[in-house]
């Protein structure tokens, strides 16, 4: 990181795209969606191999064959375009192929309004996958992370043979700003390690940390297998089988185990606070302003901001335990992220802090945690 600024006029969407390009990512497919549009744009410029795909079905399918012939896959979508490839990202899940979809969060039900942000879709990721499995799911609050956790998404999705979601939203990827780009660290191309054993391919054997070892379809020396349906090791469809059940709840597993080498926050800790609150995406830029703004006044608080938000890291749970108070800041109507970490259960010592088609401000922050400090 240099010392000498370089000052440029851009958007975190140049940076995300850039940060995957740089990382290994070699292929983008998508259908453009407001408030994706700009990672689709540069996308365009920046991937050797991008394909405009006619809806986004077809994207999430082209990107599965791509992925089984040893690319790895990005694409960019909002609510409307996402709901459409769910039943693809499960194929995909089940499979075993690793990508990369960027989800943009917007104002929703439906098609809602294309123009103004939310943080509408978390509770939707935590159920996406059939049975309730979990997917890796990451989120930015600045654009140091749209940098480094694009990157590190990249990675998990690679070395753990998965999909995996960057979760964002409209503020977050559409705001120009002034950024100095000598604070982004080099980011070095993640080497994938390919099956070369002369012993017989076993297409969903596990191997170190429950991931089944990866090789593209095309090979000339082995056979390999790749199916959505419930299946043994080889990858033969075996409906009720000791070992096909064991296979498909590894898949959960893989992704419980190995998300804490890939647990990244922010903890800001105030000695002696009883209130921590608790952010992420967007709304932690308020949280940090009303933060120092209540220690400014006395009040001692401290805050968490998640950036690995699905599965949820242990680590959570164990800082909350220190607090007599936890504030949940998050802009959607519901309270999806405390619905996540605390259930739906109303206690008086867990306080959601909401808000719809507008963003939360650092002084509705402050209001309601002076009730608690």
């Known amino acids: 990181m240099s010392n000498e600024k370089n000052i440029i006029f851009t958007d975190n969407s140049k940076i995300v795209i850039e940060s995957l390009a740089e990382a290994g990512a070699d292929v983008f497919i998508g259908y453009p969606i407001t408030p994706a549009n700009l990672l689709y744009h540069y ?14 079905i077809t994207t999430l399918q082209w990107m599965s064959g791509f992925s089984a012939s040893g690319k790895i896959p990005v694409t960019a979508t ?14 995909a899940y089940m499979m075993e192929l690793p990508m990369v979809i960027i989800l943009v969060q917007r104002l929703g039900p439906a098609t809602g309004t294309a123009t103004t942000g939310a943080q509408g879709d978390l509770l939707l990721l935590n159920g996406m996958i059939s049975g309730g499995m979990s997917v890796a799911t990451f ?9 480094e956790i694009s990157a590190k998404a990249l990675e998990f999705a690679v070395k753990h043979r998965t999909p995996v979601i960057l979760l964002t939203s409209k503020e977050e990827m559409m705001t120009k700003k002034s950024f100095d780009i000598n604070r982004l660290n080099p980011i070095e191309k993640y080497e994938r390690e390919f099956y070369n054993s002369d012993e017989t391919y076993v297409s969903y054997k596990p191997e170190k940390n429950l991931v089944p070892a990866f090789l593209p379809l095309g090979n000339e020396k082995h056979q390999v297998r790749f199916t959505a349906s ?17 296979n498909s709840k590894r898949l959960h597993f893989k992704n419980l185990r190995n998300i804490k080498e890939y ?4 903890f800001y800790e ?12 967007i709304t932690s830029q308020a949280v940090k302003e009303a933060a120092s703004i209540l220690r400014k006044d006395g009040k001692k608080v401290s805050y968490l901001i998640a950036k690995t938000l699905l599965p949820t890291p242990q680590i959570y749970f164990d800082i909350f335990s220190k607090y007599e108070n936890i504030v949940v800041a998050e802009e959607n109507l519901t309270g999806q992220y405390k619905q996540i970490l605390f259930g739906n259960k109303t206690t008086t010592n867990i306080i959601s802090i909401t808000e719809f088609g507008k963003m939360i401000s650092p002084a509705a ?9």
């Not at 989120?139 to 940098?147: R, Y």
């Not at 009720?240 to 064991?246: C, D, G, P, Y």
């Not at 002696?272 to 995406?281: H, P």
């Open 78 to 91: 909002s609510f409307p375009g996402f709901a459409l490839m769910i039943e693809s990202i499960n194929m």
């Open 43 to 56: 996308a365009s410029k920046r991937f050797t191999t991008f394909m405009a795909a006619p809806d986004e």
């Open 139 to 147: 989120n930015f609050s600045n654009e140091i992370d749209c940098w």
């Open 270 to 281: 105030e000695a002696n606070a009883k209130t921590i609150i608790v952010s992420y995406g």
């Open 230 to 246: 419930t299946h043994n090791m080889r990858g033969i469809i075996q409906n009720s089988t000791v070992e096909a059940m064991n």
């Open 365 to 373: 922050i402050i209001k309601e945690v002076s009730n608690h400090v």
């Open 263 to 266: 647990t990244f926050y922010e």
